[in-house]
Every structure is written in structure tokens, then in C-alpha cells.
Nanobody
Framework: QVQLVESGGGLVQAGGSLRLSCAAS????????MGWFRQAPGKEREFVAD????????DYVDSVKGRFTISRDNAKNMVYLQMNSLKPEDTAVYYC?????????????????WGQGTQVTVSS
């Protein structure tokens, strides 16, 4: 079992940056693909980015490509989401998730464990 704890959210002006962190418990962190999702008020949870077990492959939703970067440090059981050039439409609760099995990592159902989320608010 994996427990995930996100941090790093906050209030930032448009054009600013934030770095989200996700700390994972357990000794098998490197066996999980990791993803970031977000959910804005009144909207469904949306895929943001995912990273393979080794960190060698990443994928992003089109709306964040070129602005967000997902990375991981398997030695520290950490996954990160660097968010630059933030826009008001990036405002949401951001969730970290872990997937044990292979699958379509842009789909929430592919993930086995979820964190509690961290709020990101971008003001215009």
C-alpha cells in the first residue's frame, strides 16, 4: 500500500510559478507509475501529467505542455510538478496518484492510490 501526501499549493498571480511535491510512503515507490490530476469547482477530475516508473517517459495534457514539468526522485520517494506561466484556468485542487499496473495513465481509473490534494489558485 502507498500513502501519498501533496504539498506546495498556494495562491499565485497569473504568470507565476509553483512547484508541487508528492511524498510517497513504502519501499516500492519505483514500481508505480505516477500521475497528477486536477479538479476545478463544478468540473470533473482532469489528467494533467504522468511519469513512468523510471522517469524516462512523461506525458501531459495539451493545455499544460510547455508550461508544466513532471519529475520524480525514486531515491527520495518523491514526485514533483513544476508549474510555470500559470493561468487563472489552472486553478484547481491538484492530486497526486500512483498506478501499480500498466494502463492508460491519462485515465483516473488506472490509478490505485490517491493523495488528499493541494489547492492551487491563480489570480488574474
Amino acid at each position: 500500500q502507498v500513502q501519498l501526501v501533496e504539498s506546495g499549493g498556494g495562491l499565485v498571480q497569473a504568470g507565476g510559478s509553483l512547484r508541487l511535491s508528492c511524498a510517497a510512503s513504502g519501499r516500492t515507490f519505483s514500481s508505480y507509475a505516477m500521475g497528477w490530476f486536477r479538479q476545478a469547482p463544478g468540473k470533473e477530475r482532469e489528467f494533467v501529467a504522468d511519469i513512468s516508473r523510471s522517469g524516462g517517459r512523461t506525458d501531459y495534457v495539451d493545455s499544460v505542455k510547455g508550461r508544466f514539468t513532471i519529475s520524480r526522485d525514486n531515491a527520495k520517494n518523491m514526485v514533483y510538478l513544476q508549474m510555470n506561466s500559470l493561468k487563472p484556468e489552472d486553478t484547481a485542487v491538484y492530486y497526486c496518484a500512483a498506478a501499480k499496473s500498466g494502463g492508460s495513465y491519462y485515465r483516473a481509473v488506472a490509478y490505485d492510490y490517491w493523495g488528499q490534494g493541494t489547492q492551487v489558485t491563480v489570480s488574474s
